[in-house]
Structures are given as C-alpha cells and as structure tokens.
C-alpha cells in the first residue's frame, strides 16, 4: 500500500486529475486510506455529468483523485475521455506501478511486463529514474537497464569490460547469463552485441563473443571480419587503465588454444606484422625475427624502422629490453664499423676517445644492461656472442693495443690535452671558492667518462639544470686510493708502495674521515666530507642548509659502480650498477639543488675496463721479475727493480709524479695480473683509455625554467569524414634536442558532447631528425559503431596528452570536421 501512495503522490507531481480504474475494488482499502495533500478524492458511479461539471468549472485549479469501481468504458462511451487524456491514468499493477515510479508512459508498459523482474527491487528502479530521459525508446531504456545490473556506464563496451573482467576471474560462469537472465535481458543484450560489432550466434555466449573477437583480430586467421566497431573496441581494452590486465589474461589464455606459436611458425619469411599486437607471442616473433637479421647483417635502417613500428605495440613494454638489446646491437655495429682507431701520439688518442669512441664503450654497456634484464638468453644468444666478441675483438682490443705502443714511448706519464687529476682542486673548485661562492663536488666511485656522458644527457634533460663534460688525466696506479687523494686539496701527493694508499701532505687519503680533515685544514675549517648515503638523510632545510652555511666546499662521496664491480660475486652485475647510480647521482644533484647550491661538480677517482662473458685464464699477463713485490693488483703491481718485459710497462715513482724508490709494472693492452680471488671481468688500475680519460661535469642550477617540450601540429587533416576511417598527419616542429624533450600524445575523433567516436593511437613525438621529413607521422583512425549517432554533425579530432605527475587527460590540439558518411556505408557487402 505504501508503494501505492507514493506512486499516486508522484502522479500529482505531474498531473491535477488522476483517474483510478479499480472493477474488482480489490484497492479500494488503498484508495480510502490514501491522503494526498490537497488531493480530493472523488468516486465515479453514474454520475459522471456533475463530476465534469466540478472538476471543469467548480475548482479549475485543484488537485482530484478519480475512483472508478468499474473498468475503463470505451473510449467513445467515455463522457470523461476528453479529462481522462488532460489528466492521468493510475493503474496499480506491478508493471504500471513501475512505469509511474520511473516516470515512463504507458506505452512502455509491454516493456515493464514482459522485464517486470527487474522491477521488484526499489534500488534498481531508482537508479534507473534517475537516468532515463523523455527521448529513450525501447532498445535504449533496456541497455540503461543492463547499465544497472551490470554496475558500469550505460554503454555497451562498458558493459562488455565488465563481463569479460568477470570472465577472466572465472570462466565457467557466462556472466550475461549470471547478471540478465531472470530480468529477460540475455536476448536484448546478444541483439545489441550484433549490431555493434556483427556477432551473430545461434547460441551465443560471452565466451564465445571473446573468441570471436581474438579470431578476427589475429592476422594470421582470415575466416573472421573484424568490424570496424570491435577494432575500436579491441584498442579501448587495451589502453584502459583498469581493465587491460584482464585483456592481457585472456590473450594469454586464447594465444594457447589457438596455437598462435604453430600458426607463425607456418607462417612463412613473407609474414609481415607490421603493427598487429593482439597476442604478446607477435612480439617474440617479432625479436626472434630481428635478431636473425641483425646475424644475417640486415641494414641498419630497416631493423630500426621495425622497431619503430613495434613502439606502439600493447606488449612493447614487456620487451622494451629485448627490442633494447637489438637498437644497442645495430648501434655498437655501426660505431664500430665507422671507427677510425689509429692513435698517433697520447693526445690525439685522449681527444679521439672524448670524441667519439666512447660512444662504442657506452653501447656495449646498453647492450649488456638490457641483455640482463630480458633475461631470454636463447634467442638473444647468437646476438649476445657477437656483441662480446666485436666489442673485444674489433674495439677494445686493437685500441688498447695502439694506445699500449703509445704509452710505451712515454718517459713521463702526462698528456697536454687535458689537464692532470690532481690538478682538479686547483682549476674547478679554487676559482668557485675564490669567488666567495659554495660549491659541492660528488665523487662517484668508477664513474667512468662514457657513463658521465649519459649522464650529462639525462641532467641537461631536466628543468633548470645544465652541465658541461670535461676530463682529466687520471694518476697512475688508476685506483680508489691514489684517485681519490688527487681530488683533494694539498701540495704533496704520496702512495705507500707497501699497501697501495694515498697520502695528502702527510695525511691518510683514506675513508671519509680522513678525507674530511684534509679538507678542514687545507679551507681554514670551511671544507667537509660526508657520505652519499648520509647526505641523502639529511633534512633539506635544516641540516642541508646549515651543512652549506658552515662549509665553502662541501664533498659528497658516492660508492655503488665500484663497490659493486669490484667484488668476483657482483662484478657482473656491474651494468646494473651504472644505471642505479645515475638514479642516486640525479636525487643527490637534486638535493643539493633544493639546499639553494648553484654551483656542483661531479667527478670520479678512476674508470674502469668491463667485460660481461668471462675472461679466460689464458688471458693473463705473467708478473715480470722484480727484486721484491710490496703491493699486487689485477692491473698494476708496485716493487722494486723490476725487470722489462714484453707485455708490461714499468714507470719508476718520479716518472709517475711521486716520490718514492719504487716502481710500478703496469700489463699492456687488456692484460692482467693473476691474483689468486679477484674479479676479471671489473678491473682498473692501469692505463688504458677507459681507465684513465676520467669525467669532470660541472653542473649549474639555474632561477627559471629552461626546458620545454616539442610543438607537434596537425598536417593534411581532410575537412570532412565520408568513409567509416579518417586519415590524417602530424608535425613535429622541431628535432627533440637537451633542453626541447619528446611530447606523448594520443589521437583519436571526438564528438562534441565528449563522446570518443574512433580508437585513439598513441604518438610518441620524439624524432630528433633535422630532416623535417622524417618528422612527420601519418595515422589512419577507424571510427567506432557509435559514430553513425554523430551523423552529418560537426565532431573534432583530438591530440590529448597527460598532465605530469597526474591521470588527467587535456586537450592539446583540436580539429572540428563534418561527420557526413553516405548512406550506403550503412549497407554490408552482398
């Protein structure tokens, strides 16, 4: 009775007179017990002439309630049809109550009977009125009532997301099944998947929907169409935050049963696929293909022209490694190839390695950093050997043995090209302090010159920062202790040949603590020394900046490439190191930002000679006689009167710039020492390029923003769209340089109410060609089923990119054009 009397007062929300036709009194008890407020309740029994008379003349404005114990006469028999149509109609039946509740005519009363089921439950009828609207017809007050039961947006790809998420979580159950079956709705729903995305089944299924859908996606099976609709359908899944997990499962689980793997097998050398990325298989295929070629010695420009391709791929980011692997391959390959590794004298050999030829230390170290985080050994293995052995064979090797017959000649370990290490205080930290300025100098432990360069790249990325490569020579032995002790302020440099350490003016160079005293007492007790990791520590505004208040040099020393290359049971993982270290690097850089210091340097005590496969045993380099040993490492040896040998160089003490009676044996070329428990593949100490061309980067912070990103515009954009595609393209202005980064976009056609009409594509416009041509992108968007409802409208076409440090899209860049597809696009073919 309750739900009566509220849909009688939602009646007279709408309508003065209401008229209750009751033959069977079976709710007259409702109609006597009803109080509307200034609602008259009036009974019809033959006197229907003096009721039209009060209802049309007596109270013209009041409210009245008309009871009919009888059925409703015919309508030409009906002397109150003419009030009745002015007025209401109340039936109180469970399909009508829902109608009136709702607010629905009475032509949808069939509607309600026949999914009256759904109806019984106030929660769904609520959610429901509050979502229809006056213009809803049958399909679209069914696929609003699907909405609801499902829990999502009333749209049927949404609908769709939720099912096949239910699917995935367990797939016995047919979730349409589970969610319209007792509402009648399984029927409608299978009706409007067949005219979205022209699925036609006999006995269909969520399941077997899936199944088609994958099939007509799979270039490799062409008994399927894939419509337009479930292409864009398809690429939605993918790019949704929420529910692409669940596309990746079932892929997974449908890339097994359709035997993809046989199917490219058989495939044939001519299969191209170009961007498909249905199944993560495709992109296996696709690694395994281009390591092949890069074996096969496939020009350069066609493997990374694939690559290019695959960038958009759903599944690029689980392989960004592998395809990392080929791009560093292909591009150690051509700085090979290109390298002209003459050296004729010390200083043409420094200033060709600054030049150039670090670049080739640098893509090796890529190409073994990415090959330990793919970890797929067995395709890349062919790959891998060749790399190992170019690098050694064709690189490393040949140049260490030129620049080897260089040092040789050499009476005195100099170069006049760049300046000595020790001489480091004096020409980079003095002039800043001279200044009056602060200045903090980080020390990174074998930061060696090619990893220093990366970094610069990735520091001069960053807004308001920019720095500057330099080098010094490093002094010889080229270790931690001598490294470190040539960085500091003093006058008398010194190593003890008995256990290799360093000594400032008579001070031990030796750990934090000594290095932080030498620096006291050589700036007046304005120097200090801390740990990386306690400097991190440190509260910024208190302790940071009463850190720089106190001091004028502030020295931050950082351990991880050589704490972990120099250990047999870690040295592997020595490339891995490298990038953690440019992560800590930029979080110290960005501190001492944040203490307001402008000036920073970054330097390193040594570099270092890596390779990833195991050195062999027969490489070793023989210890020369000498009359005693005092100190032994991999890459030098300190004694006394040692003898000439072939495959070493002996410097005396004086002739490396140190006093003492001893002298120091140093292996030639890549050779070295055997002792007994240490690394191979990590060694330093001696002379060649990569040991001793060590990196300077000064670092400046500057007071406004410096960096900007690329403007990308539209190009041969058509000023309407006739055909159920659009083809389109954009322009990347200018090459990305340091300080002008790459800009993601994504693209797709857009109502004007919001609604997304096409797939969107992602643009990644990062080109840093200065051939203009190569910086235009062509796109083709295939627009969706629910374009034929913006028909002969104006809709735009949109570049939209992601607000940093957000999940929030903005529109970039619009285009308005005219929807105007013909009517014959609505036609199949016959």
Excluded at 592 to 597: E, H, M, R, W
Excluded at 659 to 664: L, R
Aim: proline share 4%; net charge neutral; hydrophobic share 40%.
């Amino acid at each position: 009775m309750k739900r009566i009397h509220e849909s009688l007062n939602q009646a007279f929300q709408r309508h003065r007179m209401v008229f209750w036709y009751d033959p069977a009194e079976e709710w007259r008890m409702a109609f006597d017990a009803f109080e509307g407020e200034k609602v008259d309740k009036l009974i019809l029994r033959n006197n229907e002439f003096g009721l039209k008379v009060r209802l049309l003349t007596g109270e013209p404005s009041g409210r009245f309630l008309v009871y009919s114990p009888a059925a409703r006469p015919a309508d030409l028999e009906n002397w109150l049809l003419d009030l009745l149509l002015q007025g209401h109609e109340f039936k109180a039946d469970r399909a009508s109550l829902a109608l009136q509740e709702v607010g629905l005519p009475y032509e949808f009363r069939p509607l309600a009977e026949q999914h009256v089921e759904f109806f019984k439950e106030a929660k769904r009828v609520q959610a429901l009125k509050e979502i229809v609207s006056k213009e809803d017809g049958p399909s679209e007050l069914r696929l609003k009532m699907m909405g609801v039961l499902a829990g999502t947006t009333v749209n049927l790809d949404a609908i769709l997301f939720e099912f096949l998420k239910r699917l995935v979580d367990d797939g016995i159950i047919d979730p349409v099944e589970v969610a319209f079956g007792r509402f009648a709705l399984v029927e409608p729903f299978w009706k409007e998947a067949g005219r979205m995305f022209s699925y036609l089944s006999a006995t269909p299924s969520l399941r077997d929907f899936a199944v088609m859908l994958f099939r007509g996606a799979n270039p490799l099976d062409t008994s399927i169409p894939l419509s337009a609709h479930s292409k864009v359908f398809l690429q939605r899944w993918k790019d949704s935050q929420s529910h692409s997990r669940y596309y990746r499962q079932l892929a997974a689980k449908l890339e097994a049963e359709f035997q993809i793997a046989s199917q490219l097998d058989n495939a044939g050398e001519k299969l191209d696929l170009g961007e498909e990325d249905t199944f993560e298989i495709f992109e296996r295929f696709l690694i395994h293909r281009l390591c092949r070629a890069f074996e096969a010695g496939a020009r350069a420009d066609e493997i990374l022209n694939r690559i290019q391709i695959r960038r958009h791929s759903f599944w690029f980011s689980d392989h960004v490694h592998g395809y990392g692997v080929i791009q560093q391959a292909v591009e150690l390959r051509e700085l090979i190839a290109s390298a002209e590794l003459s050296v004729d004298s010390i200083d043409t050999g420094v200033k060709r390695y600054r030049s150039s030829w670090w670049k080739i230390d640098r893509a090796y170290r890529k190409v073994c950093f990415h090959l330990r985080r793919y970890g797929q050994v067995n395709v890349m293995e062919k790959l891998s050997d060749w790399v190992g052995k170019a690098y050694v064979n064709n690189f490393l090797l040949p140049l260490a043995d030129r620049w080897s017959d260089r040092v040789r000649d050499l009476e005195k370990w100099s170069c006049d090209s760049i300046p000595a290490q020790r001489r480091f205080f004096n020409i980079w930290v003095a002039p800043i302090r001279d200044k009056g300025q602060k200045v903090f100098v980080i020390v990174s432990d074998a930061l060696r010159y090619e990893a220093a360069a990366e970094f610069v790249e990735r520091i001069n990325s960053e807004n308001r920062f920019t720095a500057e490569l330099h080098a010094v020579f490093a002094s010889l032995p080229s270790h931690t202790q001598l490294g470190m002790a040539s960085l500091l302020p003093g006058n008398d440099l010194s190593l003890d040949p008995n256990n290799g350490t360093a000594t400032v003016d008579g001070r031990s160079a030796t750990g934090t603590d000594n290095r932080n005293e030498i620096l006291r007492r050589a700036l007046d007790g304005c120097g200090t020394a801390i740990q990386a990791e306690k400097f991190l520590e440190l509260n910024t505004k208190v302790e940071g900046r009463t850190l720089m208040r106190e001091n004028n040099v502030i020295y931050i020393f950082h351990n991880l490439i050589d704490k972990v290359g120099d250990s047999t049971t870690t040295e592997a993982k020595t490339v891995d190191a490298v990038e953690q270290a440019f992560e800590e690097l930029l979080q110290i850089v960005k501190k001492v930002a944040n203490i307001n210091a402008n000036n920073m340097l970054l330097v390193s005590d040594h570099g270092f000679l890596f390779q990833q496969d195991p050195v062999a045993e027969s490489d070793d380099t023989m210890f020369p006689v000498a009359k005693e040993w005092f100190f032994r490492s991999r890459r030098f040896a300190i004694g006394k009167e040692i003898d000439s040998s072939p495959r070493t160089k002996i410097f005396n003490a004086s002739e490396l710039n140190l006093p003492g009676e001893w002298a120091c044996a140093f292996p030639t070329s890549l050779g070295r020492f055997p002792i007994q428990g240490s690394g191979k593949r990590f060694v330093h100490g001696g002379f060649s390029l990569q040991e001793v061309v060590v990196p300077v980067v000064h670092i400046h912070k500057a007071r406004v923003d410096d960096t900007g990103r690329v403007n990308v515009e539209f190009m041969r954009v058509p000023n309407k769209i006739t055909t159920g595609q659009v083809a389109l393209s954009v322009f990347q202005e200018k090459p990305v340089t340091a300080k002008l980064l790459p800009r993601d976009l994504r693209v797709g056609v857009f109502a004007k109410d919001g609604t997304v009409i096409s797939e969107i594509k992602t643009l990644k416009c990062d080109w840093p060609d200065e051939d203009a041509r190569k910086r235009e992108l062509s796109v083709v968007l295939v627009l969706s089923k629910i374009s034929d409802t913006y028909n002969n409208k104006d809709v735009e076409i949109r570049l939209e990119e992601t607000l940093p440090g957000t999940s929030q899209s903005v529109t970039y860049k619009s285009h308005t054009l005219k929807l105007q597809k013909p009517f014959t696009s609505d036609f199949d073919e016959f």
